[in-house]
Nanobody, 115 residues
Framework: QVQLVESGGGLVQAGGSLRLSCGAS????????MGWYRQAPGKQRELVAGITSGGSTNYPDSVKGRFTISRDNAKNTIYLQMNSLKPEDTAVYYC?????????WGQGTQVTVSS
């Protein structure tokens, strides 16, 4: 069972930036695609960024051009750089396998964007 630990969230004003990190308990990232997901109150969890083992990335239109996913396989870590944040980006952010997540999730990291 892989344990995922997300960090880096916080409170930021609209237009600001945050960088999220996700570490794994063992070196699985090198061989699989990983993604960042988010869940806002009362809404379903959604994908916000995916990255393949080769480094190809995928973003929904809602974050394209503002969010950047990257990975450091040597550190078993993936990152999400979020710029030009909007109040609608407020959510708990999680990392997991992409495009089909594992059944278990980490605790997530809260991102709150004030207007």
């Amino acid at each position: 069972q892989v344990q995922l630990v997300e960090s880096g969230g916080g409170l930021v004003q609209a237009g600001g930036s945050l960088r999220l990190s996700c570490g794994a308990s063992r070196s699985v990232f090198s061989f699989i695609a990983m993604g960042w997901y988010r869940q806002a109150p009362g809404k379903q969890r959604e994908l916000v960024a995916g990255i393949t083992s080769g480094g190809s990335t995928n973003y929904p239109d809602s974050v394209k051009g503002r969010f950047t996913i990257s990975r450091d396989n040597a550190k078993n870590t993936i990152y999400l750089q979020m710029n030009s944040l909007k109040p609608e980006d407020t959510a708990v952010y999680y990392c997991n396998k992409f495009p089909v997540p594992w059944g278990s999730w980490g605790q997530g990291t809260q991102v709150t964007v004030s207007s």
